[in-house]
């Protein structure tokens, strides 16, 4: 009669990678890049569409106004400190 062997145990260290690797991302900066290509996909339209460099320019102006605003203000004292 042969003997079966228990199942094997996963390795626990797999989910704390997974979860090290989720906090090491840089939301912020993710965020700010996906802003400023929405603004400038905006800006290509408004220029190639309608000829209007004037409101082109204000677009990409009023983004990287409002992603200074966000990344200067935006983040926490705490995280500020942690110098990551």
Known sequence: MPIHLPPKIR????????????????????????????????AGVAYFMNTDNVGASCIL?????IIAIIVRFGANDDEARDGD
């Open 11 to 42: 390795v626990k260290a797999v989910p704390a990678r997974r979860q090290a690797a989720v906090d090491s991302i840089d939301w912020l900066g993710l965020w700010a890049l996906s802003v400023a290509f929405c603004a400038l996909v905006l």
């Open 61 to 65: 102006a009023g983004a990287a106004a």
